[in-house]
């Protein structure tokens, strides 16, 4: 009798562990670290828009630095970062989010270079519950069609980019042929700019699309010769940038004017015959005058051998100081639902100046920048020089998400 009492007891213990431990399985945790934040970070690493991960990448981690006072901890918190390389691929892209949801358990989700992955992503945000900040893509759909409640951006959109680029060259009577790769990132700059151009009373003429893995645009150049704009309206993103084949087939000599939103260093480097040319800028590291950029600037250079932050290195800090904000307005509570609440309207600083999420699409309402090509002394590409600041008032995109 005794014999079996003690093994009684002895099962009543392993049962006893066993609901214990499945208790704490169930919990919604499934064992994550809760004084651990964990945040994900989708980017192309690799493939045709390498330098945007990259650039996003050193962003993002200075803006930790910035809005931790160097601590990485939110709340007695620790900061833990995880980046993927999409391979500007949607379907790797969807796997990699996945992953990250999944199996590291992230907090919040940051991407993507490219619209066409975060697009494939953003459906997962609102599957998992889970905060998306939307770093650097630009389609409109992306706080348009395919917005959901978990999608904030701190990115710029096509719209913004449309007004500044249409408040640059369109006027009444103007003829305007567009070129951009043929993908949302394309499709919504150019109708985005359409829209903003025509209600200044500018025509469009022509819309001309190419491959974005496209190397030769001489078929697509010499539509728009024929059409005989008065201005090419160009939206292009990627390093096989059609800029060197339109010096080759002097566009401009033939009384065509080009404008466009002034890219990455990189490709500003081989922008030599556009020198003069006026369009807009999403950031140039001249042009934002405010402590926060004076502050990247500087870090920039000491940790990245004199290198000054490029195109959407500040897209990447922005990210992270939004991200680091709303945790220290709930008090480092990662729950979404708490989240949502104090990021809708929510304001904070960055290096393109006050940043503030739109209550009803969660857009950042950003400044932007009309620019013009110049020669500068010293450097071995053509500089944007600040004309005008565009306020963020200026380039409020229309809410598109009803």
């Avoid at 209600?199 to 491959?211: M, N, S």
């Avoid at 292009?236 to 466009?260: D, F, H, L, R, Y």
């Avoid at 800090?317 to 990021?343: C, F, P, Q, R, Y």
């Avoid at 699409?361 to 932007?368: E, G, N, P, R, V």
Wanted: hydrophobic share 40%; net charge negative.
């Amino acid at each position: 009798m005794k014999r079996k009492k003690r093994l009684y007891m002895f099962l009543a213990m392993i049962i006893g562990a066993m609901l214990f431990t499945t208790a704490c399985g169930s919990s919604g945790t499934s064992g994550k670290n809760k004084d651990v934040i964990k945040i994900g970070v989708l980017a192309s690493f690799t493939g045709p828009l390498e330098s945007y991960g990259k650039q996003t990448k050193q962003g993002f981690e200075l803006g930790l630095q910035y809005a931790t006072d160097g601590k990485m901890e939110v709340n007695g918190k620790k900061i833990e970062v995880v980046y993927e390389d999409t391979e500007t691929k949607p379907e790797v892209a969807t796997q990699k989010a996945t992953k990250l949801f999944e199996e590291e358990e992230v907090d919040f989700l940051v991407g993507s270079s490219s619209s066409g992955d975060t697009l494939a992503v953003v459906g997962l945000a609102e599957e998992y519950k889970k905060i998306m900040i939307v770093e650097p893509a630009v389609a409109d759909s992306i706080t348009g069609s395919e917005f959901n409640k978990y999608i904030f951006r701190t990115a710029r959109n096509s719209s913004q980019d449309a007004v500044a680029g249409a408040a640059a060259i369109a006027g009444p009577g103007v003829k305007i042929a567009t070129f951009a790769p043929d993908y949302s990132f394309g499709w919504d700059g150019v109708a985005a700019f359409k829209k903003a151009a025509e209600k200044l009373g500018a025509e469009v003429i022509l819309e001309e699309y190419a491959d974005p893995a496209a190397t030769d645009f001489t078929s697509n150049i010499q539509k728009i010769i024929n059409a005989k704009p008065d201005y090419l309206f160009i939206v292009w993103s990627g390093a096989n940038s059609p800029w060197n084949q339109i010096a080759e087939m002097k566009v401009q000599e033939k009384g065509i004017k080009i404008s466009t939103g002034a890219p990455d260093i990189p490709a500003l480097s081989i922008m030599e015959p556009m020198v003069g040319m006026e369009g807009f800028s999403v950031y140039y590291h001249e042009l934002p005058n405010n402590k926060v950029n004076d502050w990247l600037v500087e870090k920039h250079k000491e940790k990245y051998n004199g290198e000054v932050p490029d195109l959407f290195t500040p897209g990447g800090m922005s990210a992270a100081i939004a991200i680091v904000e709303a945790l220290k307005k709930t008090n480092g509570d990662t729950d979404s639902e708490k989240l949502i609440k104090v990021m809708e309207g929510m304001s904070f600083e960055t290096p393109k100046g006050t940043m503030t999420f739109r209550e009803e699409d969660h857009q950042a309402l950003q400044t932007l920048y009309a620019i013009r090509l110049v020669k500068k002394e010293g450097v071995p590409y053509p500089v944007p020089e600040l004309i005008r600041e565009l306020s963020p008032e200026e380039t409020a995109p229309p809410i598109m998400n009803k």
